[in-house]
């Protein structure tokens, strides 16, 4: 305990009753939660009777590694997830009261929104399939069911909404499958309707603690009441100045109701940084001081004052692009020692802004990744694999079953597979239930009958296998023999016109496999490439949860390459230089008073709106540990026509000295080029 200060120890010391613990951006909000749970074992309480409730897998990867770090083995028996993990274990533990089998399935994005257009006779597009998503899923972070919705209708659209959303449940009761909203909304009803439940739970789980709470939604934090009951022993650290999560269901009234619905409450402010200087702190506390407060804090450091916050105006994003690849090449040319290409991030407020930057990078030489792109597992490739582990594993998830069926194709048509879904329907079944029944020869040629039998008894045989396989070695001989049976390395092949991309798909394949086999032997590697070893699983076990995880590995996080990310990815991340860019009216703020691609509310608040687009801008300077670069363009691409800009309000709401916030743009830029020109000179000397 002895590198905290003095509001850290009182919060880790804070075990009894429930605890708010404000922590204003860089306090060492982990630090706090891994000491905290170290404290609660020093005191007595049992590891597997501590919850550290995390939003991301990468999060409670570092948080259990930093917690191994402080108290060793016994780490590994506090339960340490994601809010959805949780939800997870809770549903398969009690889901059988709610009628849901524990081999249920878990639909991913692209698997709702394809049952959702079904719902609607298959006549809809996808744009307003994704429409329906986003709405559904409000209602249901609001704790609605469909009965719900439909009582609450305000119109026509809403109730044609509402019936599409009771066809989509009960879709999901046919397939055994529930949606990422259906994890934190099925614990709930357990919790809430069945006393022996929430006992059980209420008894497991002597303290939890919930990081970044200010972006839990409505259902999220009735979760946590139940889990916690009136004896009320938890920790909730959070910072209402970077709830920027909004659009996505995350209210900051959860923290509004907490002093009501807890009146022990005692409320622990962190408000020194240790990530940025003086200078950057003070932009962004002049800032973010126009929102109203909910818990009134100021940052401040220790770490001097630093280099002045600077404005750049640039005449297009072209220009900005140019620009933000010079300084990079200047600064590394400059400082000593010199800085590695992942200290520097550009960050921006939508992805489409990125297409300059990257441009502009490759013309520099400078290696870049781009944050927040396409999911490992959202890779058609691994899609496929998955669609046939969750089929091993619920044979009544149709959306898996007519994707493992036709990938790779085994000549079973689409006229064969319509003919067996109306005979699902008819008789109640599910599409892989209805393979075995004694009536479906007489609707069925024998062909087709002879292909659907043989797909359905390799899968039975797979599912006997998978189950059976242990370790890492067994799991990976078994995966690549089923690859091979499948001849799934060949369909890419033919799949493909250019031999180069097929094998990059292959080698995505290999190392799923590879990555599978690691888990199933016991081994789990964390953000920093770390191995820990945990317990053998089979390889069903392991397939059970994949649907949670978002990537193969964090170990990219290590690469030496500058980082360009939105704002909204940024969130929990920090770089020594840091380029804040495109920060004109009406992307940063966004458009306030327009539509923004998505359907608004007509009773949406403009002005809360606008206390959260200042909040993102909060969360982009604060990402900055040791210089700051924020950018705007007289001029902008919008379509194909070219419109002119403001700087963004925010920009004098950080109340920058005028003198040392602005340069002579031409003579910085020539000196800039100059340093470019140098650069590049000595590496073809080089």
């Known amino acids: 305990m002895s590198g905290l200060n003095r509001a850290q120890l009182q919060a880790v010391y804070c075990t009894q009753g429930p605890c708010l613990v404000l922590a204003g951006a860089g306090s060492g909000k982990t630090r706090v939660i891994t000491h905290k749970i170290a404290h609660l074992i020093e005191q007595g309480l049992p590891p597997k009777s501590i919850a550290a409730i995390t939003f991301t897998n990468k999060a409670a990867a570092e948080m259990r590694e930093r917690a191994g770090g402080l108290i060793g083995r016994r780490a590994k028996d506090v339960i340490i997830s994601t809010f959805h ?9 009690d889901g059988q009261l709610l009628g849901l089998k524990p081999n249920f399935s878990i639909l991913d994005s692209q698997d709702v929104a394809s049952i959702l257009k079904d719902c609607a006779g298959g006549t809809t597009d996808l744009a307003t399939a994704r429409q329906w998503q986003w709405d559904i899923s409000a209602w249901k972070n609001q704790g609605w069911d469909a009965a719900q919705a439909l009582a609450q209708a305000q119109d026509e659209h809403q109730r044609s909404l509402a019936l599409i959303m009771q066809r989509y449940e009960e879709r999901l009761t046919a397939y055994q499958s529930v949606d990422f909203d259906d994890l934190i909304g099925i614990p709930m009803r357990l919790l809430r309707g069945h006393e022996q439940v929430r006992e059980k739970w209420q008894r497991l789980l002597g303290h939890v603690l919930v990081d970044e709470y200010q972006d839990t939604n409505a259902t999220q934090y009735e979760l946590l009441k139940l889990l916690v009951g009136e004896t009320g022993n938890f920790t909730a650290v959070g910072d209402d100045d970077q709830s920027i999560y909004g659009w996505r269901g995350a209210t900051l009234d959860n923290l509004k109701k907490l002093p009501q619905d807890f009146p022990q409450l005692q409320v622990i402010k962190l408000e020194q940084n240790y990530r940025s200087t003086s200078a950057i702190l003070r932009a962004a506390n002049n800032v973010i001081g126009p929102n109203p407060k909910l818990f009134p804090k100021t940052l401040f450091s220790e770490l001097g004052e630093g280099e002045p916050v600077r404005i750049q105006d640039c005449d297009n994003e072209e220009h900005e692009a140019e620009r933000a690849a010079a300084r990079i090449l200047s600064l590394r040319a400059s400082a000593n020692p010199q800085p590695a290409w ?8 939508a992805n489409h802004q990125a297409k300059p930057f990257e441009k502009a990078l490759r013309k520099a030489n400078i290696p870049y990744k781009v944050s927040g792109g396409t999911s490992f597992f959202d890779r058609a490739e691994i899609k496929d694999l998955c669609a046939w582990f969750r089929l091993w594993m619920n044979p ?84 690549l023999d089923w690859l091979q049976e499948l001849g799934y390395e060949q369909y890419l092949y033919d799949s493909e016109d250019s031999e180069t991309v097929a094998a990059a798909r292959w ?79 009406g992307m940063l703020p966004f458009k306030l008073n327009d539509d923004d691609g998505r359907q608004q509310k007509v009773s949406e608040d403009i002005a809360a709106r606008l206390q959260e687009e200042r909040r993102l801008m909060y969360v982009g300077i604060t990402r900055a540990q040791r210089s700051l670069v924020v950018s705007w363009t007289r001029r902008r691409k919008k379509g194909r026509d070219t419109v002119q800009c403001q700087p963004s309000r925010f920009i004098a709401e950080m109340q920058l000295d005028a003198a040392t916030a602005r340069e002579d743009p031409r003579e910085k830029l020539r000196k800039l080029r100059e340093e470019f020109a140098a650069r590049a000179a000595a590496r073809k000397v080089g």
């Not at 980082?563 to 969130?571: D, F, G, I, R, Y």
């Not at 020594?576 to 920060?583: A, C, D, I, M, R």
């Open 85 to 93: 993990a949780l939800g997870v274990r809770m549903a398969r533990e």
């Open 396 to 479: 009544d998830d149709d959306p898996a079953f007519l994707r493992a069926i036709t990938t790779p194709k085994r000549g079973i048509g689409h006229t064969t597979l319509g003919k067996l879904g109306e005979f699902a329907t008819q008789h109640k079944t599910s599409m892989f239930g209805a393979l075995f029944s004694q009536m479906l020869p007489a609707v069925l040629p024998k062909k087709a009958l002879e292909g659907l039998l043989e797909f359905g008894r390799s899968v039975n045989d797979q599912e006997y296998r998978a189950r059976h396989t242990l370790g890492h070695e067994a799991s990976r001989s078994f995966l």
């Open 507 to 585: 080698s995505n394949v290999l190392e799923f496999c590879d990555w599978m086999a690691q888990r199933a032997g016991g081994q789990i590697e964390d953000a920093a490439g770390t191995t820990t070893q945990t317990t053998v699983k089979s390889l069903l076990e392991v397939a059970q949860n994949i649907a949670l995880l978002s990537t193969i590995s964090e170990r990219e996080q290590d690469q030496d390459m500058v980082v360009l990310s939105t704002l909204h990815a940024s969130k929990g991340l920090e770089w020594p230089h840091v380029q804040l860019v495109g920060v004109s009216e």
């Open 342 to 349: 992942k200290d520097f991030a550009i960050l921006y407020r």
